[in-house]
């Protein structure tokens, strides 16, 4: 029996490891199978944001690769998958992928996903956004990239920083087709 195909969780080094923790185990929650990459810049940041190493993942990923193993099984596109995020997405890459970039794992999965036109999830997490990183973005988006700017739904009225992050991950599962409840949508309180 084939194994279900996973969405691939790409980790690079931009602030913002916490909605990729949530992403991680909102995905885990729902029952989708998670393969995840984590940059060696990611390493340093989820540490320093959230005091984690990536073995706490673990436990909410069915497969862990090796950033630097470009013979990984997420680097080809006969390896089926459901799509794949970069949250955070850093800068660097952000461009990567535009220009086309894969020596790493984490961008090469990436390139396999605009390839194969599965879909692709950026979200940047970076303020103000630079003209070249805008140039890049625009590049994704004429691609068919979502690109998902870590902004908070004020409307919402969060009440704490887990809550924003919550409404973020849950947005990245929206636009993956995942089913979740991190967040209500506009007005759905009041219908509820």
């Known amino acids: 029996m084939a194994r279900e195909p996973p969405i691939v969780v790409g980790v690079s080094g931009a602030s913002g490891a916490p909605i990729a923790v949530r992403v991680v185990r909102g995905l885990h929650d729902a029952g989708v199978p998670v393969a995840l990459v984590v940059s060696e810049g990611a ?94 973005l625009t590049t994704l988006s004429e691609l ?15 009440a704490s920083v887990d809550e924003v992050t919550d409404y973020l991950a849950g947005k990245v599962l929206d636009h993956l087709g995942v089913p979740h409840r991190l967040y209500r949508g506009w007005k759905e309180e009041e219908e509820a």
């Open 144 to 158: 068919g990239v979502v690109i998902l700017v870590a902004s908070p739904a004020y409307y919402l009225k969060p």
């Open 43 to 136: 390493r340093a940041v989820l540490n320093e944001e959230c005091g984690l190493d990536v073995d706490a993942l673990r436990p909410y990923a069915r497969d862990v690769y090796d950033d630097r193993d470009l013979g990984a099984a997420i680097a080809s596109g006969s390896h089926r998958t459901r799509g794949m995020v970069v949250v955070p997405c850093s800068s660097n890459t952000a461009a990567k992928i535009a220009l086309g970039l894969g020596d790493t794992l984490l961008t090469r999965a990436a390139h396999v996903h605009l390839k194969e036109r599965r879909p692709l999830v950026v979200v940047p997490r970076e303020t103000p956004l630079p003209t070249v990183l805008l140039r890049h």
